[in-house]
């Protein structure tokens, strides 16, 4: 069975924290993504990898960064956590080829008090 | 700009009545066009994509290049198809991205 798993379901931290989300698919994907889902803006793009150590920035980057050192594992780094940065956050897995889906894990909900 | 529109924010039904979620988007050249579903408490999840053009529980959708739509339809609602609802958009060429619009959520009333 297909999966992606994210380090923690929730998660609060104080302002001016070093955050890190980690996801870790089982499906051999090329590709992994970070997104934020926040009521009213839908999925919004954070960065994406579509190799190993190979990154590419999405629509909000500001504030993050991202590691991925090995291809089944994808970590989200808030360098210094901000009250803006409180959110749900959520990791995707697909592979390469076209017409081949993404598959998501369960979500961070971080709060940055 | 490559965008996708879900112009409604929230859609009530009662049960039993014909369902549709619209789908607008802007992209210049052929998209790959999906539907996700997000279930209460569950992970995101594929719905359909249009390249299979299948009927999951019931949905279909249509791709429509001529007026840039993809819109999701049922003909009966039922009440577990209460969820959030996303349109997502997957360029073709030289991209990995996918654009996701900002949702529709569905309530099927009894």
């Known amino acids: 069975d297909v999966k992606v798993t994210q380090s923690s379901r929730y998660l609060v931290k104080r302002t001016g924290e070093k955050v890190f989300l980690e996801c870790v698919q089982d499906?051999?994907?090329?590709?992994m993504f970070w997104y934020r889902q926040d009521p009213g803006l839908g999925l919004r793009l954070i960065y994406f990898s579509y190799d190993v150590k190979m990154k590419e920035k999405g629509d909000i980057p500001e504030g993050y960064s991202v590691s991925r050192e090995k291809k089944e594992r994808f970590s989200l780094i808030l360098e210094s956590a901000s009250t803006n940065q409180t959110s749900m956050y959520l990791c995707a897995s697909s592979p390469r080829q076209l017409g081949d889906t993404q598959y998501f894990g369960p979500g961070t909900r971080l709060t940055v008090l | 700009a490559q965008r996708v529109t879900q112009p409604e924010k929230l859609l009530s039904v009662f049960k039993g009545a014909p369902v549709e979620l619209k789908c607008n988007y802007s992209?210049?050249?052929?998209?790959?066009l999906f539907w996700y579903v997000q279930y209460s408490r569950q992970r995101l999840q594929l719905l359909l994509r249009?390249?299979s053009r299948e009927s999951i529980k019931g949905f279909t959708a249509d791709l429509n290049k001529g007026e840039t739509s993809f819109h999701l339809k049922k003909p009966f609602a039922q009440e577990e198809d209460s969820a959030m609802y996303y349109c997502a958009l997957r360029g073709t060429s030289g991209t990995y991205k996918y654009i996701f619009g900002t949702g529709t959520r569905l309530k099927v009333l009894a």
């Open positions: 249009h390249i």
């Open positions: 992209y210049s050249g052929s998209p790959e």
């Open positions: 499906m051999d994907h090329e590709n």
